[in-house]
């Protein structure tokens, strides 16, 4: 069966799909605001003419491309593609402005690749096994779990832990906006009808990261900023067999992240990325190093977003259940061409499940092909003058934060973001914690309600399910970890300062 | 404005943010719950925005900052560039993406172009890129992927 499956993809008609699909998503994967689900969306009419395969394939090409292409804007343009680049950026800018943009590149694709690989392991071998596995998931083991994620901001906070708290609470209320999906309550509407399906991911994203770019631009100008065309020297993929070896550690790790919080519905890659990164600068020898272009944040950053898309097609395939909102497009897909997936699935369909394994494994493999052959175009392009440049890309932003879901809001609510992080860059206040809060919240609050449902209103029940309470109980050791290390460093830092002044 | 300032002034504008969401969180009917209903983690949350709001004001009042200043912003520079996004995005229906486009796009660069590269041929490449590129984006998003940007004058 495995092998038909193969060969049913060993035409010329579906490489062909799977390379148009490869390069349209790394399109819009790799333009601010235009996203991987914008492109599957946009793409799924045109597959409703094709075979079942050859439009399945197409789709999830998309999303390969869609979500590795975020890394090239992230990386060049400190603006992440897709929000599943958030982390790229923060060592990956850093690379770009030492003139290792070619470095990084390599380093982001290369690893891209690898996550991708790991994910389609996990699919074809232990695909059924994960899935039972996260069918225990209840309200208390979600509930857990998001909340664990968000201790992880602690390595995000940079040098103010008042300041990233802050930055995490305020994600968190934004996410709460608009009528509650447990209950109906209307929430911080004040009045505005537009305002009741709450703020999207998107354009949030794009007001924090894109806007906020351009606003710094037009506060800031451009006197004085160097217009030579960015370094693109490259070796390989940049990386050398010693620095591969050095970071099988980080890259296994921020595979099984990926992978494993690619299968938790609602959480997927704009998450992975985040908390591979924060557990990467963790465990890191030299912790100090991250955020200043090293290529450990890369790989931990792509290599965990890319593998969370196999993750993602685990429940998708084995029991039918949409990981996010590509995956929901996907079995849209699946379903108009008369595929059911479930657990029956691998039995009555075995060889299309195979043949679409294979079309996700020939689509990495296009990925990288393209990715690398394209370094010198990207940074090419990406390095035309930035008063050029960035009014493109807010056109563009404009476009794909308009075109998800056709509403002026949305635009709206990208620049009163993209005003907040203007500001938050100006006072020093980090994003990410924000970016995490936001993208976690409606999860930790749906499975909390529901949680205190089940327990009537008892919150040590969740302390009770085997899996939540280890998480939690976890939860709480890093954050007294965490606290206890802030308190280390303030009282090092008085310290100093009183001996400072007492020199004087 | 000095750095400390102005940084004051941010943190105090986080506190009456917070005050404020706080506030409008005490209104938030319970909804249809057995439990906790959907006012629990607004009015949780605004209130942990508030307290700690008010801790990081208080920190900022007795810290001097030692973070560093980007002193080449510029409030007018800001300013302008938000008001053209602003009214970029009130003609985006009225006139249409492809008219409203070209007059952002337009002035967005003539107000970043640095003074060394201001030329009649700067300026030309502009104009020809202003009124292009939206027609491009426009033509492309309408007949390949078949979504019809907004088209005000042009309908």
């Known amino acids: ?3 038909e499956g193969l060969l049913s993809v060993l035409n010329f008609e579906t490489a062909l799909w799977i390379i148009v699909g490869v390069v349209i998503g790394i399109i819009f994967g790799s333009i601010p605001g235009l996203t991987s689900t914008m492109g599957v969306a946009l793409c799924l009419p045109l597959t409703f003419s094709m075979s079942p395969l050859n439009g399945i394939a197409m789709l999830i090409a998309l999303y390969v491309g869609g979500t590795s292409g975020g890394l090239i804007s992230a990386i060049l343009l400190k603006i992440p593609g897709t929000p599943s680049s958030v982390a790229t950026t923060f060592d990956g800018v850093p690379m770009a402005e030492k003139g290792e943009a070619g470095k990084a590149l390599g380093v982001g694709i290369l690893y891209s690749f690898i996550g991708t690989i790991f994910s389609i392991v996990a699919l074809i071998f232990v695909a059924p096994t994960i899935a039972k596995f996260a069918l225990k998931f209840g309200p208390y083991e979600y509930f857990a779990v998001c909340i664990f994620a968000l201790t992880l901001i602690g390595s995000m906070v940079g040098n103010n832990l008042l300041k990233g708290m802050l930055s995490a609470v305020m994600g968190i209320t934004f996410s709460l906006f608009g009528i509650a999906a447990i209950g109906g309550a209307r929430r911080f509407t004040f009045g505005f009808e537009e305002l009741q399906g709450g703020f999207q991911l998107l354009p949030v994203m794009i007001g924090l990261f894109a806007v906020a770019e351009i606003l710094k631009v037009g506060a800031t100008g451009l006197e004085g900023e ?14 050398t067999i010693k620095e591969f070896k050095d970071q099988s550690i980080n890259m296994i790790r921020s595979a099984l992240i990926g992978i494993g919080i690619g299968i938790l519905p ?5 998450t992975s990325n985040l908390v591979a990164y924060s557990v990467a600068k ?4 030299n912790p100090e190093k991250f955020g200043t272009g090293c290529i450990d944040g890369i790989i931990a950053s792509e290599t965990s977003n890319n593998s969370s898309i196999g993750g993602s097609l685990i429940p998708l395939l084995t029991l039918g259940i949409p ?5 929901a497009m996907i079995l849209g897909g699946l379903t108009l061409h008369g595929i059911a997936p479930g657990p029956l699935l691998f039995q009555t369909s075995g060889t299309l499940v195979y043949g679409i394994f294979s079309a996700f494994l020939i689509a990495t493999i296009v990925m990288l092909v393209v990715e690398y052959a394209g370094i ?9 003058p930035k008063y050029i440049l960035m009014p493109m890309i807010l056109l563009l932003c ?8 056709r509403n002026m809001f949305d635009i709206w609510t990208a620049l009163i973001f993209g005003v907040l992080g203007y500001f938050l860059y100006k006072f020093n206040v980090p994003q990410a914690p924000m970016i995490l809060g936001f993208v976690l919240g409606p999860t930790i609050e749906q499975n909390l309600i529901r949680g205190l449902m089940y327990s009537n209103n008892s919150f040590f029940a969740f302390f009770k399910s085997p899996i939540a309470g280890t998480v939690l109980v976890f939860t709480i050791a890093v954050i007294l970890y965490t606290a206890f290390k802030e308190f280390r460093k303030a009282f090092a830092a008085s310290k100093r300062m009183n001996a400072n002044y007492d020199g004087q | 404005m000095k750095k400390d300032m102005a940084s004051n002034i941010f943190n105090f504008i986080l506190v009456m943010l917070g005050a404020t969401l706080f506030i409008a969180a005490q209104g938030i009917e319970t909804g249809a719950a057995m439990a906790q209903g959907g006012d629990f983690m607004p009015k949780l949350l605004s209130g942990i925005w508030l307290g700690i709001s008010i801790l990081n004001f208080l920190y900022g009042l007795k810290i001097k900052s030692e973070e560093k200043v980007d002193a ?9 560039t938000l008001i053209l996004l602003a009214v970029y995005l009130v003609l985006l229906r009225p006139i249409g993406f492809v008219l409203a486009s070209m007059g952002y796009l337009f002035i967005q660069m003539c107000l970043i172009v640095p003074t060394g590269k201001k030329s009649k041929r700067t300026y030309g490449l502009f104009a020809a890129l202003s009124i292009g590129v939206p027609i491009a984006v426009s033509w492309i998003f309408a007949n390949v992927f078949s979504l019809i940007l907004p088209m005000g004058l042009l309908r």
Do not use: E, P
Request: net charge positive; glycine share 16%; charged share 15%.
């Open chain 1, 266 to 270: 609602g959480i997927g890659g704009a």
């Open chain 1, 1 to 3: 069966m495995a092998l």
């Open chain 2, 72 to 80: 080449s912003a510029k409030l007018s520079g800001f300013l302008s």
């Open chain 1, 376 to 384: 010198r175009i990207f940074v090419k392009v990406l390095s035309a």
């Open chain 1, 282 to 285: 963790q465990q890191s020898k």
């Open chain 1, 226 to 239: 160097n217009f030579k065309t960015i370094s693109c020297k490259i070796k390989g993929f940049g990386i």
């Open chain 1, 323 to 327: 990981g996010d909102t590509v995956t």
């Open chain 1, 398 to 405: 404009v476009v794909g934060t308009y075109g998800t879901n």
